[in-house]
Nanobody, 116 residues
């Protein structure tokens, strides 16, 4: 069956870095657009970044531009989110998403907490 499994979250101090990973299985990973979303308590889910199937194009939320980098390794069925210069407002559950036409898959999420 289709699975997306995130890892790499945790507690980090402001200004620190984390790298999230998401491994996909059960579908043709290389054909799908991949995204990272986040949802903080009491807030709506927010698109953080996405990357096209070939990796040729990326897009970021204004709030993370210049700090976060999305990348993918289709040979490993993995998408990454490198997060630098983390701020307390980046605290959220981060979910990866894969999308192609009417297929839309989600992972369970990984918690990121930025606090001193």
């Amino acid at each position: 069956q289709v699975q997306l499994v995130e890892s790499g979250g945790g507690l980090v101090q402001p200004g620190g870095s984390l790298r999230l990973s998401c491994v996909g299985s059960g579908f043709t990973f290389r054909m799908y657009r991949l995204s990272w979303y986040r949802q903080a308590p009491g807030k709506e889910r927010e698109l953080v970044a996405f990357i096209t199937s070939t990796g040729g194009s990326t897009n970021y939320a204004d709030s993370v531009k210049g700090r976060f980098t999305i990348s993918r390794d289709n040979a490993k069925n993995t998408v990454y989110l490198q997060m630098n210069s983390l701020k307390p407002e980046d605290t959220a559950v981060y979910h990866c998403n894969s999308q192609l036409l009417f297929d839309d898959y989600w992972g369970q999420g990984t918690q990121v907490t930025v606090s001193s």
